[in-house]
């Protein structure tokens, strides 16, 4: 068959002229180009889906930060501390689980900052405090930070010459060693800009921290804490000294932080206390006197008459 020789349709029914031919091949052309294309357009989706895989593993990240496991609760027995021959704590058993808002409430003297020193390695103590499992009593307060135990104190301890987003992005940088830890570190990271928004600082990034009213020096602390990646927040009075408006934001900051975290609050604003707290240990002369909701610790005779009642 020579090139002018008509060939027949694979139908067999009529042959093809050149012109069905040349058809055919342009319109098989095209669909080589339209199969190019979509391998093409795949390929691109494929590499956008793992950049939005990287971008969401990133993302994921700073939610873990932000976040712990069922199984991360603070476990205390036989609690003992001694001060020259003064029992401040008194072989204190508590137990504290996973997305509890626990209040320590009691009289001046009954512990409860006590506790708090020693959970944190301030000061010495006999007994058994584990936080996901790991011992703290014993190791250097440095070492229990690392093992995500943050505290704050009455008064805010934050750099007053550093703006608020470079207290954030040491307190972030202090898992780094050595040099590392003072280093630049530039555009602050999407963990310190979640963190601002959560605590209410993006407005003041860069004021300077001594510079902030009381509520949002105790905010940026609150914050330092959980770029560090704290899971069990020891706040001690983290209101006292505060606006009404304050006291109500840092209430809601903290009912939030609580949700995927441990965080116990020592505190004397029974008015607070009722409004957040999701259970309530009572301390009286280093031991628990009652523990539970805040309907049982207020219907409780013992506690009305010793503490809020303000009798002996």
Known sequence: ??????????????????????????EMAQMREEAKRMRDEAEQMKAEIAQDRIAMSDQLSVLDDRGGQWSDYLEIQGLHVEFDGFVAVDNLNLTVEHGDLRFLIGPNGAGKTTIIDAITGLVSASGSATFRGEQLLGK????????????????????????????????EGFRRKGRELFRTTGAASQNVTYMMDVCSLTDDAD??????????????????????????????????????????????????CSKNRTVIIVEHDMDFMRQFADSVTVLNQ????????????????????IYLGGGE
């Open 1 to 26: 068959m020579n090139a002018t020789t008509p060939v027949e349709s694979c139908s067999g029914s009529a042959p093809a002229s050149q012109e069905d031919l040349a058809q055919l091949r342009a």
């Open 140 to 171: 250097k307060p440095n070492d229990i930070v690392k093992l995500g135990v943050g505290r704050t104190f009455q008064t805010a301890s934050v750099v007053e010459e550093l703006s608020v987003v470079e207290n954030l992005q040491l307190a």
């Open 207 to 256: 004021k300077r921290a001594g510079i902030l009213p009381h509520g949002k020096k105790q905010w940026l602390e609150i914050g330092m804490l959980l770029v560090q990646d704290a899971h069990l927040l020891l706040l001690d009075e983290p209101v006292a000294g505060m606006t009404p408006a304050e006291r109500l934001q840092t209430g809601e900051l903290l009912k939030r």
């Open 286 to 305: 280093g031991t628990v006197l009652a523990e539970g909701s805040v309907e049982d610790i207020q219907n409780n005779e013992e506690v009305v008459r």
